[in-house]
């Protein structure tokens, strides 16, 4: 069964803490992308990684970090510094052809930091 | 930088009726654009999106949406709502280096009976 798992669908901190987030795919797609979204504001990227063991900060990276020791696999981890963290989390990937093909994206994680 | 603009973050229809939302952006290269639905604590799934040739595209429940350059203009449209359409609908351009999508703030649709 082909896809993206993130995991879990809902995780509850305490304010200081720092959390990761799961997302693994089993599609073989190089590209992989984490994203944030708040009610009105569409989605913003956080960070992005287009090769194992590579990665780039997004318009929002503040507060976060990721890494990318296997294709499969694109933790996020939301640091104390991130101001605001309460937020639904959606991975995506991109197949390995380019701009023109479709992010695919994973189920979400809605983080409620209290 | 390329930026997206949806134009109501709330349309109300009534069942049958037709189904408009929305969608400028502004880009400095040939844009690649894509249009797509979430349903409550889900993720998005693609609905259409355009990249070259024909300006009319067509997707998947029936929607499509027709790239006007002069415009800079992506609008979505259904002939008829049905009562499952009732979602939030994005429209986000691919940006350059890494394949970014830039999104727009969204416009939920809800459909009355």
Request: proline residues 4%; glycine residues 10%; hydrophobic residues 30%.
């Amino acid at each position: 069964d082909g896809g993206i798992t993130q995991s879990p669908k809902y995780l509850f901190r305490k304010e200081g803490q720092n959390v990761t987030l799961s997302c693994e795919q089993n599609l073989n797609h190089d590209a992989m992308y984490w994203y944030r979204q708040d009610p009105g504001q569409g989605l913003r990227l956080i960070y992005y990684s287009q090769i194992v063991n590579d990665f780039q900060k997004g318009d929002i990276a503040e507060g976060y970090s990721v890494s990318r020791e296997k294709k499969e696999s694109f933790p996020l981890t939301v640091t104390s510094a991130q101001k605001n963290p309460t937020a639904f989390y959606l991975c995506a990937t991109l197949p390995n052809g380019g701009s023109t093909d479709t992010q695919y994206f994973g189920p979400g994680t809605r983080l409620t930091v209290l | 930088a390329q930026s997206v603009t949806q134009l109501g973050s709330h349309v109300s229809v009534s069942e049958g009726a037709l189904v408009l939302l929305r969608c400028n952006y502004s880009s400095s290269v040939p844009p690649y654009l894509f249009w797509y639905v979430q349903y409550p604590n889900q993720g998005l799934q693609l609905l259409l999106k355009y990249t070259t040739g024909a300006t009319l595209v067509k997707g998947i429940n029936g929607f499509e949406a027709e790239f006007k350059k002069s415009e800079t203009s992506f609008h979505l449209t259904k002939p008829s709502a049905h009562m499952s359409d009732a979602a939030e609908y994005f429209c986000a351009v691919s940006e350059g280096y890494g394949n970014k999508l830039v999104f727009g703030a969204g416009t939920i649709l809800r459909v009355k009976s």
